[in-house]
T-cell receptor, first 115, second 118 residues
Framework: GAVVSQHPSRVICKSGTSVKIECRSL??????MFWYRQFPKQSLMLMAT?????????EQGVEKDKFLINHASLTLSTLTVTSAHPEDSSFYIC???????????FGPGTRLTVL | AQKITQTQPGMFVQEKEAVTLDCTYD???????LFWYKQPSSGEMIFLIY??????QNATEGRYSLNFQKARKSANLVISASQLGDSAMYFC???????????????FGKGTTLSVSS
């Protein structure tokens, strides 16, 4: 199958700082990538759809100015959590589809802790 | 209304036994895909099995099979001969209108935590 990497795997930051998370498709090109958020023992909630070369599409209730998404190339999407607060602490996971396969491929996730 | 419903928050099974994890879905699309993913405590999402809405045969992948009942809109996962390593959270997911598969997000159920004991 296809491989999606995500970096960093874990980050701890102070309240008010910004954190950037990278999602890369390693062996395929991804016109579209997806960002999910997951709280402990809960489901994955789609935050936004990242489109290469255009603006991201955010799900209802997700603050665009808070969660900045940039998809500047066919293999890289970034999620920046701006002015992070403790309530932003969560597990963030990206995914992408490869037209050769039915399934979505997920990155290993980023665990964000805001102090 | 929820698109994907998993009614079992937790399931317990002994090693070598079979277990069925329930999933029902709601869609008005004729073309859709159904997925099961496993998420161990490490957080990675591991793809298990896929069923297309037009597939007449139930999907199987090793010890995993998907019991697809289209009229009832159910897509239960059956794990045969459970192993200790099967202990994890299991998510049922759907992709509607997969005409452009890579560009459509998955909708996830709330998940079922499976615990396998020796």
């Amino acid at each position: 199958g296809a491989v999606v990497s995500q970096h960093p795997s874990r980050v701890i930051c102070k309240s008010g700082t910004s954190v950037k998370i990278e999602c890369r498709s390693l062996d395929f090109q991804a016109t579209t990538m997806f960002w999910y958020r997951q709280f402990p023992k809960q489901s994955l909630m789609l935050m936004a759809t990242s489109n290469e070369g255009s603006k991201a599409t955010y799900e209802q209730g997700v603050e665009k100015d808070k969660f900045l998404i940039n998809h500047a190339s066919l293999t890289l999407s970034t999620l920046t959590v701006t002015s992070a607060h403790p309530e932003d602490s969560s597990f963030y996971i990206c995914s992408a589809g490869d037209a050769r396969y039915n399934e979505q491929f997920f990155g290993p996730g980023t665990r964000l802790t805001v102090l | 209304a929820q698109k994907i419903t998993q009614t079992q928050p937790g399931m317990f099974v002994q090693e070598k036994e079979a277990v069925t994890l329930d999933c029902t879905y709601d869609t008005s699309d004729q073309s859709y895909g159904l997925f099961w993913y496993k998420q161990p405590s490490s957080g990675e999402m591991i793809f298990l099995i896929y069923q297309g809405s037009y597939d007449e045969q139930n999907a199987t992948e090793g010890r995993y099979s998907l019991n697809f009942q289209k009229a009832r809109k159910s897509a239960n996962l059956v794990i045969s001969a459970s192993q200790l390593g099967d202990s994890a959270m299991y998510f049922c997911a759907m992709r509607e209108a997969p005409s452009h598969q890579a560009g459509t997000a998955l909708i996830f159920g709330k998940g079922t935590t499976l615990s396998v004991s020796s």
